[in-house]
C-alpha cells in the first residue's frame, strides 16, 4: 500500500461493503505478527528491540479500535487530539493513539525547567515562557537563530514571542488559547542547539568553503562519521585474508621441507628413514601449526584432512612420531606433492614466486573497516551537523602522517564503499546530486526537496525571524509521516497549524516570490522527468510540487497515486480537473489518445462541466447555485468514476485489490498521472528532448521486464514496466513525425540487445507501431489478429507479459 497517498475514497457504512482490506483489523493483527516474530527470532538485537516497539504500537492501534479512541481513515484519528496535533503514525498510516509531541520530557525540556526555576513539568515550563523572562529567553532564541524544531509543536511558543514582539497581542492570546488545553501534555517548546537554524548547519570555519545557495545533503557529517564508525570486519574477508597472509605461506613452508625429503617427485621411498635434523624441523612445523590454528580460526580448508596441506601435515606427524608410511600414505604424498608444485611451481621460483607476491600484497591491503574510520577521523574536524562542500580530500589515499599514526600504509585507496558514504554528506544543489547519482532514485530526491520548499514557501514572511521560524517549521512538518484516509479526507496541510494561522497575516507574496516558486516547480519536475525516466512522480514529491505551485498560484492540479487496497472506487476533483488539462493538451489524435482509445474530445467536456460556474444570482439564488454547482460536480466525478470502470473493465462497485488497481490504472491513463499538467500548466521541457525522454524510458520499460522475468513474484515489476511504457507514449506524443518514427524504427533494435525482452515486448512494441501507423485496438486492446498488444499493467488474470512458467 502507498503510504503517502494524499487523498483515499470513502468507505461506505459496514453494511453496504465490507471495509477495505488494507484499514481492517486482520491487516493490523497481520502486523502485530509479523514485528511480535521479528521481536523473538531476529539475530539483530537492535532489530529486535525496534520490532519489539513496533508491536507495541500495533497493540495499541488494535486497542483503540477496539475502544473507540482510534478512527482508522480520519484526519483526526485519536478522538481527543486536534488534527493539528501530529500523531504517532505506523507503517500504512495506522494512528497508534500517541502524540509525537507528548511523552516523557525531553532532556532539553528539564534544563529549561532548571533554568526557570520551575518544576520538571510540562504545564510548568509552558506558563514560565509566557512570562517576561521566559519571552526574553524565546526573542534570543529568534534573534540567534540557534534552535531546532524537531516537531512543528515545537515551534509554537516560539511563535507566540514573535507575535507579542511584533505587537499582535489578540493573536498571542487567541494562540495561547488553542494551546493552553495541550500544554500539561505536549512539548511546545524549541530545542536550543549551537547552529542557527536559518542555514541547517553548523557555523563553518574561516577555512572551510561554503555550500552554493540552495545546496542540500543527503546526511549530515555526523551522520557519516557515526556510519563509518560502526564499519567492522567482515568475516569472508579477513578470511580470505588470513587465508592467503598465512595459511598460504604455511602451506609453502610444509611442501618445502617434504621437497627435501621427497624431491619435486614426491616419491618416499620404502625403509628410508628421515634425517634426525628433518625430523626436528618438522616437529616445530607441527607446533608452529598449533600455535597458528589457535591465533588464526577463520579458515578452514586447511584442517581437511584430504587437502594436500592436510596429507602434507598428516604424513609428516607419522615420520614425527617414529612410524612409516604405508603404501596409501606414502602415495597420497606424491600425489599431493607432485599436484602442488605443477599448479604453483616450486617454492621460490619465479612462477611461484610471483604468484605469492600477489596474494601477498592483497592480503597486506588495509581492510575496508580500516579505511572507513580513518576517513571518519578525518570528518572529525567538521561541524557535524552541516554537509560538506568537497568531499575529494577527505577520500584522498592515505598520507605518511597518517601511515606514522595508524600504521596505514600511505597511498593506500580509500575504498568505493567508504566513498558513497562521504558522498552522501556531500553538499551541493540538488541538480548536481541527482546527475552525479548521490541521489539515486525519485524517492530518494524527495527526501530533499522539503528543504528547498520550505525557503520558497516562507519567502512571503517580511520578517527574517519570522520567515527563518516558518522554514523550520515547515521542514518539521514535512516530516510528519501520513495518515490513512478514507472518505476522501485531506491530510493536515501546514497552514491548518494555530501557530501558521496566527502568523498569516504577515506572509505577502509578491510576483516575484510567485514567480521563483513556479521556476523552482519547473525545475525540481524537469530534473524528476529528465533523470529518473519511466518512474511515477512518489506521492512525497507531488506533495511537494503542489506545496510550490500552491505558492506560484498557477493552477496546475496534481494527483497522488492511490493505494489500490483501500480504494473504494471514486476520485477526488483534481483527477478530472487533471484530466482536463490532458486533453487540452492531448486531443485531435495525439499518439497518446489514439493507442489507449480515449474519447479526450467527451473527457475534456466533462471537466469543463465540473469546473463551470455557479448558477443563480445574488441572495436566495446563490446559495441554491452553489448547491446546484456541488450536484453538477458530484455528477462529473461520478461520471469519470465510471468511465475508469468502465475503461478497466471492472463495472461493479466493491472490487479485489488487484480490480481496483486496475480502475486506478485507467485514471492515471486518462491524467497522464501529472505529465500533461506539467507540461501544459508548469511548462516544463527536459533539456535533452521528447525523443531522448522517450529512449530514456524505454530503457527502464527493458530493464524492468528483465527483472521481471527473474524475479519469483514479477507482477510488480509488470506493472511498473507498463507505467513506464505509458510515460514513453507520452513523450513520443510530444515529438515532431519525423523524430517520433526515428525512435519507432530504434526501438526494436535497443530490445533486440537482449533476446528474452525483445520476444516479451514484440507484441507491444507491433502495437505501438500500428497505432502510429493509423491503426486502432479493438475492445480487448489486441490489433493484427492478436499479434499486437496495447501494454498495460494491472490485471486480474494471468499477464500476456508474464514469464513462462508462472512462478
Same mark, same amino acid.
Given at each position: ?305 584430504? =587437502? ?6 598428516? *604424513?609428516? $606427524? !607419522? /615420520? #614425527? ?6 603404501? %596409501?600414505? +606414502? ?104 546527475? =552525479? ?6 524517492? *530518494?530526491? $524527495? !527526501? /530533499? #526537496? ?6 520558497? %514557501?516562507? +519567502? ?348
Amino acid at each position: 500500500m502507498n503510504t503517502h497517498a494524499d487523498q483515499q475514497p470513502p468507505m461506505p457504512a459496514p453494511s453496504a461493503q465490507p471495509a477495505p482490506s488494507g484499514a481492517s483489523p486482520c491487516h493490523v493483527r497481520r502486523q502485530l505478527a509479523r514485528a511480535f516474530t521479528t521481536a523473538l527470532t531476529h539475530p539483530d538485537p537492535a532489530t529486535r528491540e525496534r520490532a519489539g516497539e513496533r508491536a507495541r504500537g500495533w497493540q495499541d492501534v488494535l486497542a483503540g479500535m477496539a475502544s473507540g479512541t482510534l478512527r482508522i481513515g480520519s484526519r483526526t484519528p485519536v478522538t481527543e487530539l486536534p488534527a493539528w496535533v501530529t500523531p504517532e503514525v505506523l507503517h500504512g498510516g495506522f494512528a497508534t493513539g500517541s502524540a509525537r509531541a507528548g511523552g516523557p520530557l525531553r532532556e532539553f525540556e528539564r534544563e529549561a525547567a532548571h533554568r526557570a526555576g520551575v518544576p520538571a513539568e510540562r504545564a510548568a515550563v509552558f506558563a514560565h515562557h509566557l512570562t517576561e523572562p521566559g519571552l526574553a529567553a524565546l526573542w534570543e532564541l529568534l534573534d540567534s537563530g540557534r534552535y531546532e524544531v524537531g516537531l512543528p509543536e515545537e515551534a509554537a511558543l516560539l511563535t507566540v514571542a514573535w507575535l507579542v514582539r511584533a505587537g499582535e497581542t489578540d493573536a498571542a492570546v487567541g494562540l495561547v488559547g488553542s494551546l493552553r488545553p495541550f500544554a500539561d501534555r505536549l512539548c511546545f517548546l524549541p530545542r536550543p542547539t549551537g547552529r542557527p537554524s536559518a542555514t541547517g548547519g553548523a557555523e563553518r570555519p574561516a577555512d572551510l568553503p561554503v555550500p552554493e545557495p540552495g545546496a542540500v545533503h543527503r546526511s549530515t557529517v555526523g551522520q557519516a562519521r557515526e556510519t563509518l564508525t560502526a564499519r567492522g570486519p567482515k568475516r569472508a574477508v579477513e578470511a580470505q585474508r588470513e587465508a592467503l597472509g598465512v595459511w598460504r605461506p604455511f602451506a609453502d613452508e610444509l611442501l618445502r621441507h617434504w621437497l627435501e625429503l621427497t624431491g619435486p617427485e614426491g616419491v618416499v621411498r620404502p625403509g628410508v628413514a628421515p634425517e634426525g635434523a628433518w625430523t626436528a624441523r618438522g616437529r616445530a612445523l607441527l607446533d608452529r601449526y598449533e600455535r597458528l590454528l589457535a591465533a588464526h580460526p577463520l579458515t578452514g580448508r586447511h584442517r581437511r584432512p584430504g =587437502s594436500n596441506e592436510g596429507i602434507l601435515r598428516g *604424513a609428516l $606427524a !607419522e /615420520l #614425527v612420531s617414529g612410524r612409516e608410511l604405508d603404501a %596409501r600414505r +606414502a602415495g597420497l604424498v606424491r600425489v599431493a606433492v607432485t599436484g602442488m608444485v605443477r599448479k604453483r611451481g616450486l617454492p621460490g621460483s619465479e612462477r611461484h614466486a610471483a604468484l605469492r607476491g600477489g596474494q601477498a600484497a592483497r592480503a597486506a591491503l588495509p581492510a575496508h573497516h580500516t579505511l572507513a574510520h580513518l576517513v571518519a577521523e578525518r570528518l572529525a574536524g567538521l561541524p557535524q551537523e552541516a554537509g560538506v562542500v568537497d568531499a575529494a580530500p577527505f577520500v584522498a589515499p592515505v598520507t605518511a602522517a597518517e601511515e606514522r599514526r595508524t600504521g596505514v600504509p600511505e597511498g593506500a585507496e580509500v575504498p568505493p564503499s567508504v566513498r558513497r558514504v562521504v558522498d552522501g554528506a556531500r553538499s551541493a544543489p540538488l541538480g548536481v546530486l541527482v546527475a =552525479s547519482g548521490i541521489v539515486p532514485s525519485a524517492e *530518494a530526491m $524527495a !527526501e /530533499l #526537496v522539503p528543504r528547498l520548499v520550505a525557503a520558497e %514557501r516562507t +519567502a512571503v514572511y517580511r520578517d527574517p525571524e519570522l520567515r527563518v521560524l516558518m522554514a523550520a517549521n515547515y521542514r518539521a512538518f514535512r516530516n510528519r509521516r501520513s495518515l490513512l484516509l478514507l472518505h476522501l479526507a485531506r491530510q493536515v496541510a501546514p497552514e491548518e497549524l494555530p501557530w501558521v494561522r496566527a502568523v498569516s497575516g504577515h506572509a505577502r507574496g509578491d510576483a516575484t516570490t510567485r514567480g521563483s516558486a513556479a521556476a523552482a516547480a519547473r525545475t525540481l519536475a524537469e530534473t524528476a522527468v529528465e533523470h529518473f525516466p519511466g518512474t511515477l512522480l512518489p506521492n512525497p514529491l507531488v506533495r511537494e510540487l503542489g506545496a510550490l505551485l500552491d505558492a506560484s498560484g498557477l493552477d496546475a492540479p496534481l494527483t497522488e497515486e492511490l493505494a489500490a487496497d483501500i480504494f473504494m472506487g471514486r476520485f477526488s476533483g483534481k483527477f478530472l480537473a487533471s484530466a482536463g488539462i490532458a486533453a487540452e493538451l492531448l486531443g485531435g489524435g495525439s499518439l497518446y489518445e489514439r493507442y489507449y482509445g480515449i474519447d479526450y474530445a467527451e473527457l475534456g467536456a466533462l471537466a469543463a462541466r465540473r469546473a463551470g460556474p455557479f448558477p443563480g444570482g445574488d441572495g436566495r439564488g446563490r446559495g441554491t447555485g452553489r448547491r446546484e454547482a456541488r450536484r453538477q460536480e458530484a455528477d462529473a466525478l461520478a461520471e469519470f468514476a465510471r468511465l475508469c470502470r468502465t475503461r478497466a473493465g471492472r463495472p461493479g462497485g466493491h472490487d479485489s485489490v488487484a480490480g481496483n488497481g486496475m480502475v486506478i490504472e485507467q485514471a492515471q491513463i486518462l491524467t497522464t498521472h501529472n505529465l500533461a499538467t506539467l507540461v501544459r500548466r508548469v511548462g516544463i521541457a527536459p533539456e535533452p528532448g521528447w525523443a531522448e525522454a522517450a529512449r530514456r524510458c524505454f530503457g527502464t520499460v527493458c530493464r524492468l521486464t528483465e527483472r521481471a522475468r527473474r524475479a519469483p513474484y514479477p507482477l510488480r515489476g509488470l506493472k511498473d514496466a507498463a507505467y513506464a511504457w505509458r510515460q514513453m507514449v507520452f513523450h513520443l506524443s510530444l515529438c515532431g513525425e519525423a523524430e517520433r518514427d526515428r525512435v519507432l524504427e530504434w526501438l526494436p533494435a535497443r530490445a533486440a540487445r537482449r533476446a528474452p525482452v525483445a520476444s516479451r515486448l514484440a507484441p507491444a512494441l507491433l502495437g505501438l507501431r500500428h497505432v502510429a501507423e493509423g491503426g486502432l485496438f479493438d475492445a480487448e486492446g489486441t490489433a493484427r489478429a492478436g499479434r499486437a498488444r496495447r501494454l498495460t499493467g494491472w490485471t486480474v488474470s494471468e499477464h500476456w507479459l508474464r514469464p513462462d512458467p508462472w512462478k
